[in-house]
């Protein structure tokens, strides 16, 4: 645990922490900060200039992230009849109605993203407490709530790489961006899908500066201060 606590030590001194670096610094740092045996996962961390108390200051949306996330995602949908075969041929890896419903509430939690038809929805309302403390629960305005002929591209959208953001309590937004061993280039396109998909999701009461500031850091690392300007100026391919 000493070594451990000596290299995590190094990392924190080799970031200033009073300078804000361009995306491809602060990846590059990251990367060279990075001191556990693991492949860490990048996170960006936004504060904005909201106030998460007002209906009309809410920021929340979808990023569909081109170079995914690094992981196997394990998609569940909530659907019957006749969509529950059109669900299975998209490559859902569970589907089904009462009987999902059920073991969800059994204690069963082994998935990543949760996608419903509309039908479904008054079903699985009595999911709400067990789904929604996790990020669960589907729901229209992130896109998982989906008509039984766009069940195929919604799923596609869940494996690609699909992050949901949501502002939370302390006005902060925070989402995975990908693996520490993915290639800068890549992480630096997901950065830019990112910030522009925030960007989008500018809420119509929102007044004055909408992002404060933006760190960058990894599972284990130090937080990484990013220049807004630059960052803010990233194209999407």
């Known amino acids: 645990m000493g070594k451990q606590g000596k290299k995590h030590l190094e990392a924190l001194n080799t970031v200033d922490r009073t300078k804000t670096y361009t995306p491809q610094e602060a990846i590059s740092l990251a990367k060279?900060?990075?001191?556990?045996?693991?492949?860490?996962?990048?996170?960006?961390?936004?504060?904005?200039?909201?106030?998460?108390?007002?209906?009309?200051?809410?920021?929340?949306?979808?990023?569909?992230l081109p170079n995914g996330l690094g992981k196997t995602v394990r998609v569940l949908v909530f659907t019957q009849g006749e969509s529950e075969k059109a669900a299975r041929d998209a490559g859902?890896?569970?589907?089904?109605?009462?009987?999902?419903?059920?073991?969800?509430?059994?204690?069963?939690?082994?998935?990543?993203v949760a996608i419903a038809t509309p039908e479904m929805m008054s079903k699985i309302g009595k999911l709400g407490k067990i789904l929604g403390r996790r990020g669960l629960m589907p729901n229209?305005?992130?896109?998982t709530v989906s008509q039984p002929a766009d069940l195929p591209r919604v799923i596609a959208d869940a494996r690609k790489g699909r992050v949901e953001f949501k502002l939370d309590k302390t006005a902060i937004i925070?989402?995975?961006?990908?693996?520490?061993?993915?290639?800068?280039?890549?992480?630096?396109?997901n950065l830019a899908t990112l910030v522009d998909a925030v960007v989008k999701a500018r809420p119509s009461?929102?007044?004055?500066?909408?992002?404060k500031s933006i760190s960058l850091t990894t599972s284990m690392g130090p937080g990484i201060r990013l220049d807004l300007a630059p960052t803010l100026s990233l194209t999407t391919v």
């Open 32 to 64: 060279q900060v990075a001191h556990v045996g693991f492949d860490e996962t990048v996170e960006v961390h936004m504060r904005m200039g909201v106030d998460p108390r007002h209906a009309d200051q809410q920021v929340r949306g979808v990023a569909l």
């Open 92 to 112: 859902a890896d569970n589907v089904g109605g009462d009987e999902l419903i059920k073991k969800i509430e059994d204690g069963w939690l082994e998935f990543d």
């Open 140 to 143: 229209p305005k992130s896109g």
């Open 174 to 189: 925070h989402t995975p961006l990908g693996k520490i061993s993915f290639d800068d280039e890549k992480l630096l396109e």
């Open 205 to 211: 009461g929102a007044k004055g500066q909408f992002i």
